[in-house]
C-alpha cells in the first residue's frame, strides 16, 4: 500500500506519542478533525494503527509486508475457485478435445460412473494423443489421462497462497478442488492461474 505524506506524518505521530487522540494528531498537524478523518480510517483499515475508544491511536507495529502476508494467510480457495469442468472417464479423446474448446480451458477432469476424480487431461495430453494415427473417436480419455494418486489437489478449505505453492511446484495450470468422501474425491471447484492473479490483484486493490 502507498502511503501519502500526509498519512505517513500521522504514523510517525502515533509511533512517538501513541495512544493519541484524533484531536492531537490533528493539532500536531496543523489540520482539523474533519480533514484527517479519513486519513486515520484508511490508516486504521489497512492496519497500522489501531484505536480504542476512549484512548485514542496506537500503532501496531506492523510493516506494509507484514500486513499483506496477514491477508494472503486469510485467503481460502472456496472464494476464489471457479466451476469445474469434467467429462467422463469413458468419453472418447476427439469429444474431450471438443469440450477443451468450447469451455476455453486448459486441463480437464475426469471422473467415473460415481462423479469420483479419476484423473487429469491437459492440453499437452490431447495434443500428444492426437498425433497418433489412431481415430480419436475410438480412443476412450481414461486411456491417456493421468491417473490418481499421480493428481495434485486442494481442498476447498485449504489457503489459496498454500494452492497456489502447488501450481508453481508442479508446473499446472490448474487444481481440482475436491471434497472427500467415503468412495473418493469429488471434484466441487477448479483453481487455475487466472484465478490466483484475481485474487492478489483484488487483494492489492484493497490494500492501495
Known amino acids: 500500500m502507498d502511503l501519502t ?19 492531537s494528531i490533528a493539532e ?16 486504521t483499515m489497512a492496519g497500522f494503527l489501531d484505536a480504542r475508544p476512549r484512548v485514542g491511536y496506537f500503532f501496531t507495529g506492523k510493516t506494509g509486508t507484514e500486513l499483506l ?9 472456496k472464494e476464489y475457485q471457479s466451476i ?18 468450447l469451455e476455453d480451458v486448459g486441463t480437464l477432469f475426469v471422473v467415473n460412473q460415481n ?17 497418433g494415427k489412431q481415430d480419436l473417436t475410438d480412443i476412450p480419455v481414461h486411456i491417456i489421462m493421468t491417473r490418481m494418486p499421480n493428481i495434485t489437489i486442494c ?13 508453481i511446484d508442479k508446473q499446472i495450470d490448474a487444481l481440482p478442488v475436491v471434497i472427500e468422501t467415503e468412495i473418493g474425491f ?11 492473479t484475481k485474487a492478489f490483484v483484488e487483494l492489492t486493490r484493497d490494500q492501495i
Not at 5 to 23: A, D, L
Not at 69 to 77: D, F, I, P, S
Not at 117 to 122: A, I, K
Open 186 to 196: 469429488e471434484v466441487v471447484g477448479r483453481l487455475t492461474k487466472t484465478n490466483i
Open 155 to 167: 481442498m476447498k478449505d485449504e489457503l489459496l497462497i498454500e494452492a497456489a505453492q502447488k501450481l
Open 69 to 77: 502476508t496477514e491477508a494472503l494467510k486469510k485467503m481460502n480457495v
Open 84 to 101: 469445474p469442468i469434467v467429462v467422463d472417464e469413458n468419453v472418447s479423446v476427439y469429444d474431450a478435445i471438443c469440450t477443451m474448446f
Open 5 to 23: 505524506s500526509r498519512q505517513e506524518k500521522i504514523i510517525e505521530i502515533v509511533k512517538e506519542n501513541g495512544p493519541i487522540t484524533g484531536e
Open 28 to 43: 500536531k498537524l496543523d489540520l482539523t478533525r474533519a480533514t484527517l478523518r479519513p486519513d486515520l480510517a484508511i490508516l
Open 115 to 131: 462423479s469420483i476424480l479419476v484423473g487429469v487431461l491437459s492440453r499437452k495430453d490431447l495434443l500428444r494423443a492426437s498425433m
